[in-house]
Structures are given as C-alpha cells and as structure tokens.
C-alpha cells in the first residue's frame, strides 16, 4: 500500500511538471492590424514577412486584420498583444467605439506593439499619441534619406535587448518624434538630419498594459535583418507576456 501511495504521489509530481511545462508552451495570441500606408511602404508584403517571422519561431499564432475598425470587437480581448503595422496621416480616424476599444483593452492589460510608421496615424486623437509614447507630428517628424546606420542598445538588461549587440542597418532613421510621455529606451541612434541621438525602440506602460514602440522596419531589406527580427520577436514575445524566451 505504501508503495502504491509513492506511486501515486510520484505521478502526480511529474503531472505538475508537465502540465507547467505545457503552460510555458502555450503559444501567444497575436493579431496584427494592418490596412493603410504610404506608397513607399509595401505594407502587405512586409505583412507577411513579419507574420512568417512569428510564426516560425513556433511561440507565436498570428491573425490579421484589414480593418482598424476590429479595435471595437469585443474579440480583441481573446489577443495577447496587438501589432500595429500601418501609417500615414491621411486615413481617418477610426470610430469613437474602436478607440475607446483599443485604449479600454490596453488599460485593462492588453498589450500593442507598434510597427515603424503606426507612429505617424491618428494625428487629431492625442490619446493614441500616449498610448504609443512617441508619435510622428506632421511638418515636424522625420529622417534623412534612406541608408546605413548603427543601433545602439541602451539597456543591455532588459529581456528584449539582453545580450544584443550595437548592429548596423539599412533603413528610415525616425527623428523629432513628438511626445513627453514617460518611455524607457532600450536602443538608440544618431540622426545626421536632426543631429541628435533618436529613441529608436523603446517600452512604455499604458494602464496595466505593455507597449513595444519600435520605429526600424522601412523596407523588406530592413525586416530581413537579424537584429531587426531579434527585435521584433522578442518584443512581441514581452509585450504579450512580461518575459523573453526567444534567444
């Protein structure tokens, strides 16, 4: 009898194991939001390109939405994180109920990670220009011509850049991005346009949520660069999460 109780006892100490094991397993819901962009942006194949990128990884199941309007479905809740991959000023503002969906889903711990030029949409709702931290102001952001340029990691302990390295890329350096809200930057890089060091990705916090704020991304030569996709994975995987498995 007592024999059977180690048994027992020994099973079900590796189910708990197991079934912990399968939680830290569990794949991210992710939804990217997409739909609107400049010409020069090839929107849908960068699409692409980045849900490839996630899903390969094997942590992440990814959707894609083509319609801003979808920040007002109460389905937005079944996501851990939101991927912002669209811009350009000209699109309208989404309606109040999508607005209010996509900031009532951040404050409640939802969670956004914003892609390049999102920082330049919405330019009338200043709430979204808190929520992201640092926004694109028309007649006052923006860069030099497109070429290469050093990324300097700035917080080397944080789970998204730990162990990452200065890099070079080929890519928009966003400069003069408008916004006093607190961030915290974990990589940087000088502007020759506005001759000052430029936050290039950084975290900020809005209500319970996480917010991923990286401006790289201009082009697929810029997407298919590792530390870009390093970038990209691991702070899709924080955002959602809180920590960075992804190496």
């Not at 960068?46 to 319609?67: A, H, P």
């Not at 914003?114 to 931290?133: M, P, T, V």
């Not at 020759?192 to 809005?206: A, L, M, Q, R």
Request: some cysteine.
């Amino acid at each position: 009898m007592t024999q059977v109780i180690k048994s027992f006892c020994l099973l079900s100490v590796l189910l708990v194991f197991c079934l912990a094991a399968k939680a830290d397993e569990a794949k991210v819901n992710v939804l990217i939001v997409i739909g609107f962009d400049v010409g020069s942006h090839k929107w849908e194949e960068s699409t692409k390109l980045i849900q490839s990128v996630l899903e390969k990884s094997g942590r992440f199941d990814v959707d894609v939405s083509k319609d801003k309007e979808v920040f007002a479905s109460p389905r937005l809740g079944d996501y851990d994180v939101v991927v912002l991959n669209y811009g350009f000023w000209k699109e309208p503002d989404p309606s109040e109920q999508a607005k209010a969906g996509l900031l009532n889903y951040t404050k409640g711990g939802g969670n956004v990670v914003a892609i390049h030029f999102a920082c330049s949409a919405f330019q009338d709702w200043d709430e979204y220009a808190e929520l992201l931290g640092r926004v694109w102001k028309k007649g006052v952001g923006g860069h030099g011509p497109y070429g290469e340029f050093e990324v300097n990691i700035k917080d080397a302990n944080h789970p998204i850049t730990k162990g990452l390295k200065d890099f070079k890329t080929s890519d928009e350096l966003y400069s003069k991005l408008d916004g006093d809200a607190k961030i915290h930057v974990l990589a940087s890089a000088f502007s020759d346009w506005s001759g000052k060091v430029e936050p290039i990705v950084f975290v900020k916090t809005y209500g319970k949520g996480r917010v991923v704020h990286n401006v790289l991304g201009h082009g697929i030569d810029s997407k298919k660069n590792p530390s870009y996709q390093k970038l990209l994975l691991r702070g899709v995987e924080w955002a959602a999460t809180g920590k960075v498995t992804i190496k």
